[in-house]
């Protein structure tokens, strides 16, 4: 993990290689899936030594007009199903969160928005899961975008808090990607390099977690994470 200093007192960690195979992912309990606990999104798999997304509705296929395939005159609403392969570390964790993840991506593709995301303070029960997603996609092309949301809890209730397009915006295979929360700012790294970041009051606690995009077909198993390490801070 990169050597960002982080305010307070260190109070829990956690790092993983992935192995084994676990469908969904579990490590010994340690994990909260989004459909297995969740119920509405869909759950994270571990295979081959990489996590990754499960499967999901693909239902609605995905339309955002600032990824260029809704006409923003049609709606200014997302259109999709939205339930994300999510997972996040069960137990109790300190609000200041430095999150890392090694992206494994092959066969790039504009046909999905494949993403990899780090998520913090994040919390999921049956129907709800809320906290902070940062994502990145897995393309590196003028389509490529970074951003970071916050989720409100109901499936399809979230908020983008900040976004940049561009080819430097999206990460390749053997990238590293970093998400933090320090009180109530959020910045996204590429390689250690800072690439965005929001500021928030909404959520004060929750879990460090993993996800990826909904409705990416059955390239789920082309792009995720090789290992994963967080540290978490009190106040």
Known sequence: MPDRKMPGRRVRSYRT?????????SEGGIWVNGKTEGIDWADVVIE?????????KMSV??????????DASESAAPIGDYDDPTAVLTGNWGPNQ????????????????????LRLRSTITPHSCTGY?????????????????RWEGPLCSYESLARRQGPEFGVKDGDVVEATIVGNRITSYINGVEVLSATDDRWASGSPGI???????????DHGFAWYEVDTYDD
């Open 17 to 25: 290689t992935f192995e084994g195979r676990e469908d969904p992912i």
């Open 48 to 56: 081959n030594g990489i996590a990754h997304g499960g499967k999901t």
């Open 61 to 70: 296929a995905e339309r955002r007009a600032e990824q260029g395939n809704l």
């Open 98 to 117: 430095h999150a890392t993840g090694k992206v494994f991506s092959r066969n790039q593709t504009d046909r999905y928005f494949q993403e990899v995301e």
């Open 133 to 149: 997603e940062v994502f990145w996609s897995c393309r590196k092309t003028d389509t490529a975008y970074a951003e970071i949301v």
């Open 211 to 221: 996800g990826f995009n909904f409705g990416c077909g059955d390239t789920y198993v």
